[in-house]
Each structure stands twice: as structure tokens, then as C-alpha cells.
């Protein structure tokens, strides 16, 4: 099985960024990639949204972007339960030694993620990864209220 060339570069810049940052260095690096991704991708949202409403529209929008297969997001009290199937950033094994949830490239999802809930809702949240089921090709997550 060949490896798709975006992976590739994908995993390189991750990689390379953690290389040059160190590791902590490169999760805030591509965090704030992906926080300030949000309002380009999506420059006209709501806000003030209830979280039922905003996870809906969080979860189309991620599906839809050409990088996850499915992902759902989820009020669980004061967090939201996300679910990520299909994460292209999750192929990149055969290119990049960390393990899923480390790779620099993971916290650019998170940011996006932690931002897009902000500006739907109205509050801030920290994203981190919970559990990662290799069979399934879900990653479980949970975004908590900062």
C-alpha cells in the first residue's frame, strides 16, 4: 500500500516542528495554527449558539473538510464527548514516530477544534485526546471548559 503524498508532508512538517521546537514547543505551535485556522475556514459563524446547536454544526463542518471521514461532537455536561473517524493525520505511522494524540500535527485539530467551539458558544475549551482505537480509526477526545 502506497502512502499518500500529502501524508507525507503532513508528517514531515509535524516531525520537523517537534525536531526544531522540541515537543512541547510544537504542540503550542500547531494548537495556535489550528485555533487561528478556525475564523478562515468558517468567517461567517454564529455565536452565542446553545452547544447542542453549535456541536451539530462543528461536526458538518469537520466532516466535511476533506480530512476526517466522520467526526461528532457531543454535549456531556460541561464538556463536549468528539469522536474522530478517519483522521488523515492518523495515517501518517508509516512517516511519523509519535504515537497519535503526540504528533505535533494532532494539535493543530485540537486548536481548531477548541477554537471553532469558542466562537459557536461563547466559552473556551481545551481539547486533549482520551483514547485512540487503531481498529476502529476513531479517536476519542474530550473538549473541557477552560
Known amino acids: 500500500m502506497s502512502v499518500d503524498p500529502r501524508n507525507v508532508i503532513l508528517a514531515r512538517i509535524s516531525s520537523g516542528l517537534s525536531d526544531m521546537l522540541g515537543r512541547l514547543g510544537a504542540h503550542a505551535a500547531m494548537r495556535d495554527m489550528g485555533s487561528h485556522s478556525s475564523a478562515e475556514l468558517w468567517p461567517d459563524w454564529p455565536s452565542n449558539l446553545p452547544p447542542a446547536e453549535a456541536c451539530d ?9 476533506g480530512m476526517f471521514e466522520k467526526v461528532e461532537l457531543q454535549p456531556d455536561g460541561e ?7 478517519g483522521c488523515e493525520f492518523n495515517r501518517m505511522g508509516q512517516v511519523e514516530s ?3 494524540g503526540q504528533r505535533a500535527i494532532c494539535f493543530f485539530g485540537f486548536g481548531l477544534i477548541e477554537k471553532s467551539l469558542e466562537r459557536l458558544v461563547g466559552r473556551r475549551f481545551r481539547v486533549e485526546l ?9 479517536c476519542h477526545e474530550i473538549a473541557r471548559p477552560r
Open 98 to 100: 509519535h504515537p497519535v
Open 57 to 65: 454544526l462543528l461536526s458538518e463542518a469537520l466532516s466535511t473538510i
Open 79 to 85: 464538556s463536549v464527548a468528539i469522536h474522530v473517524k
Open 130 to 138: 482520551l483514547h485512540h482505537d487503531a481498529a476502529a480509526d476513531t
